[in-house]
């Protein structure tokens, strides 16, 4: 089968550039090619392809329908901040998580509620992000570990702390053993995407857009000790499909967080 995409390098990158590049070539399973001068479009025609992920000094990127998808904090910076200043982040509020808490988020994406998350649960929690799209994982993973732009010790605590798992949720959950972890969260794209969400964009041409199945909200019941947590459009349908019987959100927000407790779980 041909490959939808290839792996190649910056215009000026050298040894340690390649060497990534191979390496994210022979686990992504696509082709390592040569830059040679070619821009992405030529790159994109040259090969038949539709999209190219781009090794460069500064960062890595994918490209594709003339976009650029590469990883940072996003949102985590401000909603870290405003945690810190006491106001409601309403994704914590739906999980009640606190410190030394285990959160599995089983749609990782570009991993913004994995950060906030893990800034929550500290040093004594865990959070595990599942991401069934090997660019999003490699994008998320390499930048987690590597983007240093104006970050504060606080959030690079954080994100030193999200462990990437590259897998289908739903096979990732079913090898879990029951209540592994205290909350299992999802945040699948939304059945009607939000029109005014330019950062989503990218994000939607390698993303998993497979709606969430009722088995995998059954099989994150059995997993968590406390809560599973679905993320989605505040008008949207998907919480009474899946069981979401409890929706909390702010009053203006476009996005609400469905709620499903165990019992035993507390508020």
């Given at each position: 089968m041909?490959?939808t995409?290839?792996?190649?390098?910056?215009?000026?990158?050298?040894?340690?550039?390649?060497?990534?590049?191979?390496?994210?070539?022979?686990?992504?399973?696509?082709?390592l090619?040569?830059?040679?001068?070619l821009?992405?479009?030529?790159?994109?025609?040259?090969?038949?392809?539709s999209?190219?992920?781009?090794?460069?000094?500064?960062?890595?990127?994918?490209?594709?329908?003339?976009?650029?998808?590469?990883?940072h904090p996003?949102?985590?910076?401000?909603r870290?901040?405003e945690?810190?200043?006491?106001k409601?982040d309403?994704?914590?509020?739906?999980?009640g998580?606190?410190?030394?808490?285990?959160?599995?988020?089983?749609?990782?994406?570009?991993?913004t509620?994995?950060?906030?998350?893990?800034?929550?649960?500290?040093?004594q929690?865990?959070?595990?992000?599942v991401?069934?799209?090997p660019?999003?994982?490699v994008?998320?993973?390499h930048?987690l570990?590597?983007y240093?732009?104006?970050?504060?010790?606080?959030?690079?605590?954080?994100?030193?702390?999200?462990?990437?798992?590259?897998?289908?949720h739903?096979?990732?959950?079913?090898?879990?053993?029951?209540?592994?972890?205290?909350?299992?969260?999802?945040d699948?794209?939304?059945?009607?995407?939000?029109?005014?969400?330019?950062?989503?964009?990218?994000?939607?041409?390698?993303?998993?857009?497979?709606?969430?199945?009722?088995?995998?909200?059954?099989?994150?019941?059995?997993?968590?000790?406390?809560?599973?947590?679905?993320?989605?459009?505040?008008?949207?349908g998907?919480f009474?499909?899946?069981?979401?019987?409890?929706?909390l959100?702010?009053?203006?927000?476009?996005v609400?967080?469905?709620?499903?407790?165990?019992k035993?779980?507390?508020?």
């Open positions: 041909q490959a995409y290839v792996v190649t390098t910056g215009h000026r990158s050298g040894a340690p550039e390649l060497e990534l590049a191979a390496r994210l070539s022979l686990w992504l399973g696509v082709p090619v040569p830059r040679r001068g821009s992405i479009p030529a790159l994109i025609n040259k090969y038949k392809i999209g190219v992920l781009v090794v460069s000094s500064r960062r890595v990127s994918f490209f594709c329908n003339g976009e650029e998808l590469f990883w996003s949102m985590a910076k401000l870290i901040k945690i810190k200043a006491g409601t309403w994704m914590i509020e739906a999980m998580l606190q410190p030394g808490g285990w959160v599995l988020d089983c749609t990782l994406g570009l991993g509620d994995a950060i906030v998350a893990s800034f929550v649960v500290g040093n929690g865990r959070v595990v992000g991401e069934s799209s660019v999003l994982a994008l998320v993973q930048g570990k590597t240093r732009d104006h970050v504060s010790r606080e959030l690079l605590a954080a994100m030193a702390r999200v462990e990437v798992v590259c897998a289908d739903l096979s990732y959950l079913k090898n879990l053993a029951s209540e592994s972890f205290d909350v299992v969260y999802f699948p794209m939304f059945r009607k995407p939000l029109q005014k969400s330019k950062a989503i964009g990218p994000v939607r041409l390698v993303a998993n857009p497979a709606p969430l199945s009722i088995q995998a909200v059954e099989e994150a019941i059995r997993v968590a000790r406390r809560r599973v947590v679905m993320k989605e459009t505040r008008d949207s998907e009474a499909r899946l069981g979401f019987t409890r929706v959100g702010g009053k203006y927000s476009p609400a967080y469905g709620i499903i407790e165990k035993g779980g507390t508020d």
